[in-house]
């Protein structure tokens, strides 16, 4: 979300020099690779594989190494890798559909409805936190550059920031590992046979 929907317009003109709407229109691959993954990745878990850790491993793997190619090198990538790089951070982000059906397979029926309720608290609050933490990067990082009454971010701003999202992105590939397999059935209601 922070280079979706906050800062990737002014990365792809500050350190690219596009337009806005040039800008915009890769972006747009994002949310692009993102609505053909999120039922592609479920329909894989559900009917392909019948499992939820695999699919959910691969997507935040992905996640991770777009990531990597974003924060790490000390140049930016090639500008002719942008529209791809940006359509598969959507394709994997598609991932985070599985965890619904992991969230509820892993509960008592009984109570699904308020661990799935309880699971959106986290996501929306790291959106808001992601948002504001890359905004601390970028600012703290600022060499005083400004255009037309906006602030302008080198490179290395942009950097730390993406770092902060590669990170993050690692941390969700490592819990995804840890993620109980359920195999598309609900393993509490298994577990608990009494309850």
């Known amino acids: 979300m922070p ?18 709407v040039g800008a915009s229109n890769v972006l747009m691959m994002t949310a692009l690779g993102l609505l053909i993954s999120a039922p592609l990745i479920g329909w894989i878990s559900d009917r392909w594989l019948g499992l939820r850790r695999p699919p959910l491993i691969a997507a935040t793997a992905l996640f991770a190494a777009v990531w990597a190619l974003l924060a790490l090198p000390r140049t930016p990538v090639p500008p002719e890798w942008l529209s791809p790089l940006c359509f598969l951070l959507g394709f994997a982000s598609g991932g985070v559909s599985l965890v619904f059906p992991c969230i509820r397979e892993v509960n008592d029926p009984r109570h699904v409805g308020v661990a799935l309720g309880s699971q959106n608290l986290p996501i929306f609050l790291g959106f808001a936190v992601m948002q504001w933490l890359t ?10 550059a400004m255009v037309s009454g906006s602030r302008v971010y080198p490179l290395e701003a942009y950097r730390a920031a993406f770092t ?14 840890l993620t ?9 209601a298994q577990a608990h046979p009494h309850a």
Do not use: H, I, K
């Open 3 to 20: 280079f979706f929907g906050l800062w990737g317009v002014p990365y792809l003109a500050q350190v690219y020099g596009m337009s806005r």
């Open 135 to 144: 905004g601390v990067l970028l600012d703290a990082n600022w060499a005083g």
């Open 164 to 177: 902060l999202c590669f990170a993050v992105a690692l941390a969700s590939f490592l819990m995804a590992c």
């Open 180 to 188: 109980t397999e359920t195999r598309c059935r609900n393993v509490w």
